[in-house]
């Protein structure tokens, strides 16, 4: 059984940052191409960001390319989102999810596995 935990999330100003960790117990991590999305409150959830297992292969959504990026470390079994300039419509939930097989994707159904979520606020 493959579990995602994710950790970093905390209320923040507008401007500021903040990294978002994921820790992955079960499974091969090194391969399997990892994802955070995001749902804020009434609204449908985004994929923002995506990494394959080798690293080459990622997508950004429109609304964080240049402030937002993703990153793992195998070694470790975590993903990062690295959050910049945040701002107040950044707020939402932020869950990491696992796909098993095959390249990143934007498309959450492809996940096989998510986290319980981390609560991002971006208010001044």
């Known amino acids: 059984q493959v579990q995602l935990v994710e950790s970093g999330g905390g209320l923040v100003q507008p401007g500021d940052s903040l990294r978002l960790s994921c820790v992955v117990s079960?499974?091969?991590?090194?391969?399997?191409?990892m994802g955070w999305a995001r749902q804020a409150p009434g609204k449908e959830r985004e994929f923002v960001a995506a990494?394959?297992?080798?690293?080459?292969?990622?997508y950004y959504a429109g609304s964080v390319k240049g402030r937002f990026t993703i990153s793992r470390v195998n070694t470790k079994n975590t993903v990062y989102l690295q959050m910049n300039n945040l701002k107040p419509e950044d707020t939402a939930v932020y869950y990491c999810?696992?796909?098993?097989?095959?390249?990143?994707?934007?498309?959450?159904?492809?996940?096989?596995?998510w986290g319980q979520g981390t609560q991002v606020t971006v208010s001044s």
């Open positions: 999810a696992a796909k098993l097989r095959g390249l990143a994707s934007p498309h959450g159904r492809q996940y096989d596995y």
């Open positions: 079960g499974g091969t991590f090194s391969t399997y191409s």
């Open positions: 990494l394959g297992w080798s690293g080459d292969n990622t």
